[in-house]
């Protein structure tokens, strides 16, 4: 086995155990929309900060991982001691915050990684997906005019290949959330939506045209594998009138949008958000008609928070 997926899946290990129960407690569906989720941990304020701090910067080494020098972390790479593994992800991490891979240009509680981070965590550890480009292979599609989604995922489920496009926002309340959210999928004066046939095809087209950054190598993932080399290579060398989502209809790809969310809030329960989740499903449905996607899913995820937003990144960019 190669070692970066013998890392991996120590590392999986230690996240699943020790970081996702801190945010992602207690999953909670909508009454007859189960795909409309709510995660809260219900906890002191102080200790919510801890929780986010700690689950930010020790996934933050992983989340702007290159694959390729993966296992060369020699305080990780040969680690089983979980209290080491700690130490050395923190370590890591604060070495990516404050002098190689993050270049911090603005005030940071007003960067994306935030969110994105969270999101990316709920897939590839909390859901067990794969994520198929790095933090900043992801992140070189904002130079092209129009911003990429902020996660690109895959997971083979009913003999067939998913790919998992989602939009994440770290907001101060769930209403700026969730109109953010609307935004991305109708479109703004400023950004165009994320819903469209135009943006699924080019961004596609951008995504075949990178590696794929796939951490295991299970029987499942060597089928997703093998099926995005397949839609990779008929996307590049496809004729003018053959789009990316033709090829994924082709090969009866399925896409989920998510829509994933944190947010200052006084309301723990779906229930007390439902308005919400419905105008987010229903702009969904309005955008999605005219995109030509043969078979597509959705899945909406709020985490609300006691503290206030800009409490919690705070809490997550000071390191000791």
């Not at 990684?113 to 480009?133: A, C, M, R, S």
């Not at 955008?287 to 705070?314: A, C, H, L, W």
């Amino acid at each position: 086995m190669d070692n970066n997926y013998e890392v991996f899946a120590r590392l999986r290990e230690y996240y699943e155990k020790h970081c996702a129960p801190l945010v992602f407690y207690g999953e909670q569906k909508l009454e007859n929309n189960d795909f409309c989720k709510m995660y809260f941990l219900d906890t002191t304020n102080e200790k919510e900060l801890n929780n986010y701090k700690k689950l930010f910067q020790e996934y933050l080494f992983l989340y702007v991982r290159n694959y390729d020098t993966f296992s060369n972390f020699d305080n990780l790479k040969d680690e089983h001691d979980e209290d080491k593994i700690s130490e050395a992800l923190y370590i890591n991490g604060k070495k990516i915050w404050k002098e190689e891979s993050l270049i911090i240009t603005s005030d940071p509680i007003t960067l994306g990684i935030y969110g994105e981070l969270f999101d990316e965590f709920y897939l590839n550890i909390v859901k067990k997906e794969n994520i198929l480009l790095t933090y900043s292979t992801k992140n070189s599609f904002n130079s092209r005019n129009i911003k990429g989604s902020d996660t690109i995922g895959a997971i083979w489920e009913n003999d067939g290949l998913t790919l998992i496009l989602s939009e994440c926002k770290f907001y101060t309340d769930i209403k700026r959330a969730s109109d953010s959210l609307i935004g991305d999928i109708l479109g703004t004066a400023k950004e165009k939506s994320h819903v469209t046939k135009e943006y699924i095809n080019r961004y596609l087209n951008f995504v075949a045209d990178k590696p794929h950054s796939i951490f295991s190598n299970n029987e499942d993932n060597k089928k997703i594998i093998s099926m995005y080399e397949k839609i990779n290579h008929d996307i590049l060398n496809a004729s003018d009138n053959i789009t990316a989502i033709d090829i994924l209809n082709k090969y009866r790809v399925k896409i989920r949008f998510d829509f994933f969310a944190i947010y200052s809030d006084s309301a723990y329960t779906p229930k007390e958000r439902q308005q919400y989740y419905k105008n987010i499903v229903d702009a969904f449905n309005k955008q999605i008609i005219d995109i030509g996607v043969d078979n597509y899913s959705m899945e909406i995820i709020f985490i609300p928070t006691k503290n206030s937003s800009p409490e919690v990144k705070r809490s997550m960019y000071t390191w000791n």
